[in-house]
């Protein structure tokens, strides 16, 4: 069992920046792929960035070059750098944790409120 807090949301203007961290409870080592969605009101959630466990990264194409997604497995803790943030950035986040084996777990974080003001 993994349980994923994150935190690091907050108000921030256009153009700015934010980093949201997930710290794991348990070990996620090299056994679990990590990633951070987001849902905005009234829409559904939709992929932010995702690690995998050998540390490679993966981007939604909107977020090319604006989001930065690391890990640090000795502190079980993964990262979301944001910059140039948009008002439509404005959403909760969450991290989430799969298990890269059987039976794959999964696990989510409860979000971290993104508010971007024009």
């Known amino acids: 069992q993994v349980q994923l807090v994150e935190s690091g949301g907050g108000l921030v203007q256009a153009g700015g920046s934010l980093r949201l961290s997930c710290a794991a409870s348990g070990s996620i080592g090299s056994t679990y792929a990590m990633g951070w969605y987001r849902q905005a009101p009234g829409k559904q959630r939709e992929l932010v960035a995702t690690i995998s466990s050998g540390g490679g990264p993966n981007y939604a194409d909107s977020m090319k070059g604006r989001f930065t997604i690391s890990r640090d497995n000795a502190k079980n803790t993964v990262y979301l750098r944001m910059n140039s943030l948009k008002p439509e950035d404005t959403a909760v986040y969450f991290c989430?944790?799969?298990?890269?084996?059987?039976?794959?777990?999964?696990?989510w974080g409860q979000g971290t409120q993104v508010t971007v003001s024009s």
């Open positions: 989430n944790a799969q298990s890269t084996r059987p039976p794959f777990s999964f696990y």
